[in-house]
């Protein structure tokens, strides 16, 4: 469950307050204490009612230039504030499902339905509407290994909202929530630890039904760089290759590295052989990776020699 942060003030202040007050006041999301000791801040902007409506319409007048340049995220998300001390700010829509963008697009791009953590701390607030629902769970990260049907001790907390004024702190690695669409469109505000070396570590989507982690929900943009390097990048793109996969600190891209080798072997015994040497990693996530691969190899091999007709039966002219 997210850490609930006690923020009773009517204090009202605009963007350029919290933004002075992360920049002057010691921010350090690395310290849980110190990230909830914000709360109250980010509660202080959310008694602003006019703030987001007012930004909205300059952005709209400029042709949303501002988000078009900084904003990476989808049309849910309106950027606020981007600071290079390890922070941003951002408000998110949350539509009910009787909205039109659900009707049309489907819950999918809101993560509605979804169990996952996250691989970063973010504070957040009920800033407009009754707010999202969700299903609370907690784990230990450091229990995990991390590959996909990988048992995992959740443990259910409880079901809530994030009503109208509420801060919450959710934990990286710790807060897993099962989110539920809003009774009505809600917009909630957040400020979101970033930092470089969050894209190396995971964020898991989990089966709660089973307690087992579903998927690897990170991307990293390393990984289509590595499978072109395997089939393109000659003798040094090799080398590199294999010192990635026998020693790069994240163990991600170790198994990235040894499965983009194995993708530009020409043969299912070859990539064998060499998922085989993974099996034996001091990594507990690129052994059993590569384990699963050596049985996908082994249950497809007919098709991969073959081709898509070569186990089916020859049909006679008639």
């Known amino acids: 469950m997210p850490r609930i942060i006690a923020a009773e003030t009517d204090e009202r202040w605009e963007l350029g307050d919290l933004v002075e007050a992360l920049e002057t006041g010691g921010f350090d999301s690395r310290d849980e204490d110190v990230f909830a000791s914000f709360g109250p801040a980010l509660k202080k902007?959310?008694?602003n009612r006019n703030f987001l409506a007012d930004l909205m319409i300059q952005e709209l007048k400029v042709r949303c230039d501002d988000q078009v340049r900084d904003n990476q995220y989808s049309a849910q998300v309106v950027m606020l504030h981007s600071s290079s001390k390890h922070y941003i700010i951002r408000a998110n829509f949350w539509p009910a499902l009787k909205d039109s963008v659900i009707r049309h697009s489907g819950p999918d791009p809101f993560l509605y339905g979804v169990p996952h953590d996250h691989n970063f701390a973010f504070l957040t607030v009920g800033y407009l509407g009754s707010g999202y629902w969700s299903d609370y769970y907690e784990y230990e990260y450091g229990e995990v290994v991390g590959y996909p049907g990988e048992k995992v001790n959740l443990r259910f907390v409880e079901k809530a909202r994030l009503d109208l004024g509420k801060v919450m702190l959710y934990r990286a690695h710790r807060d897993v929530?099962?989110?539920?669409?809003?009774?009505?469109?809600?917009?909630?505000?957040?400020i979101l630890e970033t930092s470089h070396n969050s894209v190396f570590r995971d964020q898991y989507r989990f089966d709660v039904a089973t307690g087992t982690i579903d998927s690897i929900m990170t991307r990293m943009s390393l990984e289509p760089m590595l499978a072109l390097t395997a089939h393109f990048g000659g003798e040094v793109g090799a080398d590199l290759l294999a010192q990635f996969a026998a020693s790069h600190p994240s163990d991600r891209i170790r198994?990235?590295?040894?499965?983009?080798?194995a993708a530009?072997?020409?043969?299912?015994?070859?990539?064998?052989?060499?998922?085989e040497t993974g099996t034996t990693s001091g990594s507990l996530l690129v052994a059993e990776m590569a384990k699963r691969e050596i049985g996908r190899i082994e249950t497809g091999r007919a098709w991969i020699e073959g081709g898509p007709n070569a186990a089916a039966p020859r049909q006679s002219a008639a």
């Not at 539920?180 to 957040?190: C, G, I, R, Y």
């Not at 198994?255 to 080798?261: E, G, P, S, T």
């Not at 530009?264 to 998922?275: F, H, M, S, V």
């Open 177 to 190: 929530h099962l989110q539920l669409p809003a009774d009505d469109m809600s917009v909630s505000l957040n």
């Open 45 to 47: 902007l959310a008694n």
């Open 264 to 275: 530009a072997l020409p043969t299912p015994d070859a990539r064998i052989a060499l998922y």
């Open 255 to 261: 198994w990235c590295a040894l499965r983009a080798q």
